[in-house]
Nanobody, 124 residues
Framework: QVQLVESGGGLVQAGGSLRLSCAAS????????MGWLRQAPGKEREFVAA????????YYAKSVKDRFTISRDNAKNTVYLQMNSLKPEDTAVYYC?????????????????WGQGTQVTVSS
């Protein structure tokens, strides 16, 4: 069983930046694809970004492409989400997620577990 702990959320003004981190333990981190999902109040959880096991392939939701960057450091068992040019509509709880299957597209399907989440609030 993997444990995922997110950090780095907070309150930021529109146009600002935040960097989320997710520390993983309990499983061989480098073997699995990782991702970020988010859920805004009153909305369903949605896909944000994903990265394959090696970090060589990344996938983004259209709404965040060119603003967010996902990366990973397998030596530190950590995955990151750099968020730039934040908008009020990015306000949500952000969840780090892992999957046992490989990933080849931006998708909400196939995520096996996620952390407790970290709140990101973007003020206008």
């Amino acid at each position: 069983q993997v444990q995922l702990v997110e950090s780095g959320g907070g309150l930021v003004q529109a146009g600002g930046s935040l960097r989320l981190s997710c520390a993983a333990s309990g499983r061989t981190f480098s073997m699995f694809a990782m991702g970020w999902l988010r859920q805004a109040p009153g909305k369903e959880r949605e896909f944000v970004a994903a990265i394959n096991w090696s970090g060589g392939n990344t996938y983004y939701a259209k709404s965040v492409k060119d603003r967010f960057t996902i990366s990973r450091d397998n030596a530190k068992n950590t995955v990151y989400l750099q968020m730039n040019s934040l908008k009020p509509e990015d306000t949500a709880v952000y969840y780090c997620a892992e999957r046992h299957s490989s990933i080849s597209t931006a998708t909400m399907v196939g995520w096996d577990s996620w952390g407790q989440g970290t709140q990101v609030t973007v003020s206008s």
